[in-house]
């Protein structure tokens, strides 16, 4: 799995551009390393969340919506844990842990919110078709989620710094 860089721009000279900021170039390639990570990431903790939703479904009297929520739980603990890894491991947070925890959870929920719209909405204006409705709500709600986290919860300290 790849693992994205956050520099901060202390490392670059004054040759990368106006006021020190980085070309694009090199900041397409980092999104487009952390993107691929944050998906390889997801892809992980979205199997984790469905086996372990499966496992409780199939062999136990929990309710399926409890099976739903733990295996969502479970997913959300895992793929913290595999992004600080592998994709944002120096974010603006990384000494205040538990808020950044707070804030990965809440843009979990944000996901949860996302996807329920965007099941809403294709079957307002399609249909009920079972499969495309979550693939449409997985789309919307990983793009959302991952910009959100990237943006906020995980941004690079460079970004904290040059912040107004």
């Known amino acids: 799995?790849?693992?994205?860089?956050?520099?901060?721009?202390?490392?670059?000279?004054?040759s990368d551009g106006a006021n020190g900021a980085r070309p694009v170039i090199?900041?397409?390639?980092?999104?487009?390393?952390e993107f691929s990570g944050y998906f390889a990431c997801s892809a992980a903790a979205l199997g984790i969340?469905?086996?372990?939703?499966?496992?409780?479904?199939?062999?136990?009297a929990i309710r399926l919506e409890?099976?739903?929520v733990i295996g969502y739980a479970i997913g959300l603990l895992v793929a913290?844990?595999?992004?600080k890894r592998f994709v944002?491991?120096?974010?603006?947070?990384?000494?205040?842990r538990k808020i950044e925890a707070l804030l990965f959870a809440l843009s979990g929920l944000l996901g949860l919110l996302l996807t329920y719209v965007s099941v809403t909405m294709f079957?307002?204006?399609?249909?009920?078709?079972?499969?495309?409705?979550?693939?449409?709500?997985?789309?919307?709600?990983?793009?959302?989620?991952f910009i959100v986290r990237k943006l906020v919860v995980f941004?690079?300290?460079?970004?904290?710094?040059?912040?107004?």
Not at 26 to 33: E, N, Q, S, V
Not at 80 to 83: A, S
Not at 125 to 144: M, P, R, Y
């Open 66 to 68: 409890w099976a739903a």
């Open 155 to 164: 941004r690079s300290t460079a970004l904290r710094c040059n912040a107004p």
């Open 80 to 83: 913290y844990i595999l992004l």
């Open 26 to 33: 090199a900041r397409l390639r980092d999104t487009t390393l």
């Open 88 to 96: 944002f491991p120096r974010g603006w947070l990384q000494r205040r």
């Open 123 to 145: 079957v307002s204006l399609l249909g009920e078709h079972l499969h495309a409705a979550k693939i449409v709500a997985a789309g919307v709600s990983f793009a959302g989620v």
């Open 49 to 60: 969340d469905y086996a372990t939703y499966w496992i409780i479904a199939r062999h136990s």
């Open 1 to 14: 799995m790849p693992r994205a860089t956050q520099e901060d721009d202390s490392q670059h000279t004054e």
